[in-house]
T-cell receptor, first 115, second 110 residues
Framework: DAGVTQSPTHLIKTRGQQVTLRCSPK?????VSWYQQALGQGPQFIFQ???????QRGNFPDRFSGHQFPNYSSELNVNALLLGDSALYLC??????????????FGPGTRLTVL | RKEVEQDPGPFNVPEGATVAFNCTYS??????FFWYRQDCRKEPKLLMS???SGNEDGRFTAQLNRASQYISLLIRDSKLSDSATYLC???????????FGGGTRLMVKP
């Protein structure tokens, strides 16, 4: 049973560029959440996708956008990259995650460095 | 003020020691609570959920005090492999958005 997978593992971009990160949820899961983890801090919620729609959003600017596909996989897009966007980007999947007790399983993350 | 606050540590303890971590949260409407473990440069992994009645899993005991908005994790008989960052996590009432504390780093030494 495959867990949550993310690609790429590492990415280096320059300021002003755009980036797309990808996530495949754990088998049987239909909800994908994205988190940003800066060095030395806890992860911060970016947004959550369910039924191909953004269901909830954290305190992130519109430069951060996403998409969920019919097979439940998801993409995170970041436009006009800033140095401060350098972080580990984590994808978490869950099943019909409306219930607050639904366990979220995290992927290994994509480490983004913006130069 | 952060929604979930933890002492960042590091806590340096010898093998076999008992160590306790604490966490406070500010949103009284929070519905569920967890401890996640994160190894260096890896993803967070669920260690255990936390219930008001308290719960135990082997050497790990978690406790929730809703009145004080306080969560704790106790690790008994520490092992070298327990060295990691422990993240206190709260799920708010608005959905399944996890709010993380900054993490507490534990170093268990021989």
């Amino acid at each position: 049973d495959a867990g949550v997978t993310q690609s790429p593992t590492h990415l280096i971009k320059t300021r002003g560029q755009q980036v797309t990160l990808r996530c495949s949820p754990k088998s049987g899961h239909d909800t994908v959440s994205w988190y940003q983890q800066a060095l030395g801090q806890g992860p911060q919620f970016i947004f959550q996708y369910y039924e191909e729609e953004e269901r909830q959003r954290g305190n992130f600017p519109d430069r951060f956008s996403g998409h969920q596909f019919p097979n439940y996989s998801s993409e995170l897009n970041v436009n006009a990259l800033l140095l401060g966007d350098s972080a580990l980007y984590l994808c978490a999947s869950s099943f019909n995650g409306r219930r607050s007790t639904d366990t979220q399983y995290f992927g290994p993350g994509t480490r983004l460095t913006v130069l | 003020r952060k929604e979930v606050e933890q002492d960042p540590g590091p806590f340096n303890v010898p093998e076999g020691a008992t160590v306790a971590f604490n966490c406070t949260y500010s949103n009284s409407a929070s519905q569920s609570f967890f401890w996640y473990r994160q190894d260096c440069r890896k993803e967070p992994k669920l260690l255990m959920s936390v219930y008001s009645s308290g719960n135990e899993d082997g050497r790990f005991t978690a406790q929730l005090n809703r009145a004080s908005q306080y969560i704790s994790l106790l690790i008994r008989d520490s092992k070298l492999s327990d060295s990691a960052t422990y993240l206190c996590v709260v799920n708010n009432n608005a959905g399944n958005m996890l709010t993380f504390g900054g993490g507490t780093r534990l170093m268990v030494k021989p």
